[in-house]
């Protein structure tokens, strides 16, 4: 079955430095996410990406974030200068339309030192 | 707003009984209905959905859900718990928005632990 994978597992970096999430989707589906969940808390929307474009994204996702589907597979999550407040698990997410099931990857469990 | 409640943060149960998690959503729209599970070091997995239908939806490894759309909840049952169901429950809710897009709005999760 095809599955949503994210690298790396884990990432741990100073805090200011800039890091890239990367995520493959499942190859037929259309629609992308993340997500984020700091330890303890709930499962928190970050944005939305579908042909090329961010969709929608919450006030999280300010302008410190970016992401990019940079050739036909991999869809990122840059974080330009990381603050503390950023460690967390990331989530990526896909679907093949927009009001179905979205699908997960693994996480990568960020941690800002 | 958009939310969503899980009433239950902890829940210890021992084998072969019943389980039922709560879950309900604020939102006036249609909405599409998910429990999410996840198992200690691994990713959120679909345990089952509601789109429309027969309020009551079956799922993987035993679990059901009902949706009762009066009191805006979709509670999750399972009869009879086994030792592996100890993880991490999710209730999500699939809002559109009014950008022309949907999002999970997820709950805070309950922690499920099953005891031998």
């Known amino acids: 079955e095809p599955e949503v994978t994210q690298t790396p597992s884990h990432q741990v970096t100073q805090m200011g430095q800039e890091v890239i999430l990367r995520c493959v989707p499942i190859?037929?589906?259309?629609?992308f996410y993340w997500y984020r969940q700091i330890l303890g808390q709930k499962v928190e929307f970050l944005v939305s990406?579908?042909?090329?474009?961010?969709?929608?994204k919450s006030e999280i996702f300010d302008d410190q974030f970016s992401v990019e589907r940079p050739d036909g597979s991999n869809f990122t999550l840059k974080i330009r200068s990381t603050k503390l407040e950023d460690s967390a698990m990331y989530f990526c997410?896909?679907?093949?339309?927009?009001?179905?099931?979205?699908?997960f990857g693994p996480g990568t469990r960020l941690l800002v030192l | 707003a958009q939310s969503v409640s899980q009433h239950n943060h902890h829940v210890i149960l021992s084998e072969a009984a019943s389980l039922e998690l709560g879950c309900n959503y604020s939102y006036g729209g249609t909405v599409n209905l998910f429990w999410y599970v996840q198992y200690p070091g691994q990713h959120l997995q679909l345990l089952l959905k509601y789109f429309s239908g027969d309020p009551l939806v079956k799922g993987i490894k035993g679990f059901e859900a009902e949706f009762i759309k009066s009191k805006f909840s979709f509670n999750l049952r399972k009869p009879s718990v086994q030792w592996s169901d100890t993880a991490e429950y999710f209730c999500?809710?699939?809002?559109?928005?009014?950008?022309?897009?949907?999002?999970?709005?997820f709950g805070t999760g309950t922690r499920l632990k099953v005891l031998a």
């Open positions: 999500a809710v699939n809002a559109f928005s009014t950008s022309g897009t949907y999002k999970y709005i």
């Open positions: 190859s037929n589906h259309l629609y």
């Open positions: 990406f579908y042909n090329n474009e961010i969709s929608e």
């Open positions: 997410a896909s679907s093949e339309v927009r009001q179905e099931t979205q699908y």
